[in-house]
């Protein structure tokens, strides 16, 4: 059985930083893209950031890009989310997700699974 646990989340004040990790287990994700996505109460899931299947590759949504860093270990089949100079519209619950292929896409429906999520919180 496939899965992604999210973890790192919680309470941070405006501009401070959290690191977030997933982890996944089943099979091994070395081969395809890794994202991460947010949604906020109300909102549509939004991507935020995405890296390639050897890390050499990220991509960022604008309103993260220069604060957060995506990174991976294939050996361990995590993906990580440092992020820093936090804000209070940050506030979310973030998701882990894994590509279909080896292809960095932006779009929820071109990612095959799926953590349950981890909240994060920016207080002003």
């Known amino acids: 059985q496939v899965q992604l646990v999210e973890s790192g989340g919680g309470l941070v004040q405006a501009g401070g930083s959290l690191r977030l990790s997933c982890a996944a287990s089943?099979?091994?994700?070395?081969?395809?893209?890794m994202g991460w996505f947010r949604q906020a109460p109300g909102k549509e899931r939004e991507f935020v950031a995405a890296?390639?299947?050897?890390?050499?590759?990220?991509d960022y949504a604008d309103t993260v890009k220069g604060r957060f860093t995506i990174s991976r270990d294939n050996a361990k089949n995590t993906v990580n989310l440092q992020m820093n100079s936090l804000k209070p519209e940050d506030t979310a619950v973030y998701y882990c997700?894994?590509?279909?292929?080896?292809?960095?896409?932006?779009?929820?429906?071109?990612?095959?699974?799926w953590g349950q999520g981890t909240q994060v919180t920016v207080s002003s």
């Open positions: 089943g099979r091994t994700f070395s081969r395809n893209a």
């Open positions: 890296i390639s299947w050897s890390g050499s590759i990220t």
């Open positions: 997700a894994a590509g279909w292929n080896a292809a960095i896409v932006r779009r929820p429906h071109e990612y095959r699974y």
